[in-house]
């Protein structure tokens, strides 16, 4: 299985380093013949390694995604930043405008209105799915695909798939929507005690769908029907499941989910770490066996992990 992107760049400074203090070294070994071959026979290995995985960084252009992904933290100086300027080919060149003089800028203004249609705007991007989308539109081409960027509508057919991993692989799926919010990433395992090796997917025109550190995964159209038995997965509340209230409990004793519940504007409703097991918790995360979830229409239903999770109508 190939290295990611990400990878190859922490074994490029690695083998970098390497060349550099062997260099140092071989030069300060040149009275003693043996000292010398030994230690310019290793900074030239670690030269020739390190020009491999530069190489390799390049391979494809999930390192750009990697960057994005890493931490919410965002400093006035940002390195993640000017790296997304460099692989967006955008001008990272200081532009000077009319507040650059001595006048300050003049404060923002309390507008209830306007914060509110902001707020209102980074909900929509959020979002899922498009509006008004038809999970039962599209009926899906079977596929097979490896680590990449694919866009829906042009390197997928949109659908409902079942998206599985091949034996004795571990790879990572993300969903991206129309506009760039990611909305789920799940691993996928594909050794024979796993139970999570496939996930089954919405896939909407103009979402984006990543593939990372797999060499393999099938996408396969499956109908699209209700059920209350729910295994890794994205649903869709009236697709895949009937609105309603319900209790949701795991089935099996050592097995763990976590349940997500947004509505179709992409707020949070319901967030729970569903297990039999004895775990430890902190204050903001606390396991429990069940918990009772209303959903409606267009609501959606994300499940992580290894086990099942039944819905029982109340």
Same mark, same amino acid.
């Given at each position: 299985m190939?290295?990611s ?5 922490l ?5 970098s ?5 062997f260099t140092?070294?071989?030069l ?6 043996t000292r010398?071959?030994?230690?310019l026979?290793i900074?030239?290995?670690s030269?020739l390694l390190g020009?491999?995985?530069f190489f ?11 960057w994005?992904?890493i ?9 993640k930043?000017?790296?997304n ?6 001008d990272?060149?200081?532009k000077?405008?009319?507040n ?11 507008d ?25 539109a599209?009926?899906?081409?079977? +596929? &097979? ?6 866009? *829906?509508?042009k #390197?997928i057919? $949109? =659908?409902? /798939?079942?998206?599985s991993i091949k034996?004795?692989?571990i790879g ?24 999570n090796n496939?996930?089954?997917l919405?896939?909407?025109k ?6 990372k550190r ?12 209700t059920t +209350? &038995?729910?295994?890794?997965g994205?649903y869709? *509340?009236?697709? #895949?499941?009937? $609105? =309603?209230? /319900?209790i949701?409990k795991?089935?099996?004793?050592d097995?763990t989910?976590?349940?997500t519940l947004?509505n ?9 770490i569903?297990t ?38 109340q």
């Amino acid at each position: 299985m190939m290295l990611s992107p990400m990878k190859f760049l922490l074994l490029w400074i690695l083998f970098s380093l390497l060349f550099i203090i062997f260099t140092f070294l071989t030069l300060s070994a040149l009275g003693n013949q043996t000292r010398f071959k030994l230690r310019l026979s290793i900074a030239t290995f670690s030269f020739l390694l390190g020009l491999i995985c530069f190489f390799g960084i390049f391979t494809d252009n999930s390192i750009k995604t990697d960057w994005k992904r890493i931490g919410s933290f965002k400093p006035s100086i940002s390195v993640k930043e000017t790296l997304n300027n460099f692989f967006d080919g955008k001008d990272t060149t200081p532009k000077t405008t009319k507040n650059d003089s001595d006048t300050p800028p003049a404060p923002p203004k309390n507008d209830s209105n306007t914060q509110q249609k902001n707020s209102g705007n980074y909900i929509s991007k959020g979002r899922h799915y498009p509006v008004g989308y038809n999970p039962t539109a599209d009926k899906g081409h079977k +596929t &097979t695909k490896g680590s990449g960027i694919y866009t *829906v509508g042009k #390197d997928i057919q $949109p =659908g409902y /798939y079942k998206i599985s991993i091949k034996e004795k692989e571990i790879g990572t799926i993300m969903l991206e929507n129309e506009n760039g919010r990611s909305n789920l990433s799940s691993m996928l395992d594909g050794y024979q005690k796993s139970n999570n090796n496939s996930i089954n997917l919405h896939l909407a025109k103009d979402q984006k769908l990543i593939i990372k550190r797999t060499d393999q995964v099938s996408l396969e159209p499956i109908p699209v029907k209700t059920t +209350t &038995t729910l295994k890794q997965g994205l649903y869709i *509340v009236d697709a #895949d499941i009937k $609105p =309603g209230r /319900y209790i949701a409990k795991q089935t099996s004793k050592d097995s763990t989910n976590n349940l997500t519940l947004y509505n179709d504007n992409y707020r949070l409703k319901t967030n729970e770490i569903l297990t039999n097991r004895k775990m430890k918790s902190s204050k903001s995360v606390k396991p429990k066996p069940q918990t009772a979830i209303d959903i409606k229409k267009n609501d959606i239903i994300t499940i992580y992990g290894k086990g099942t999770t039944q819905l029982e109508p109340q």
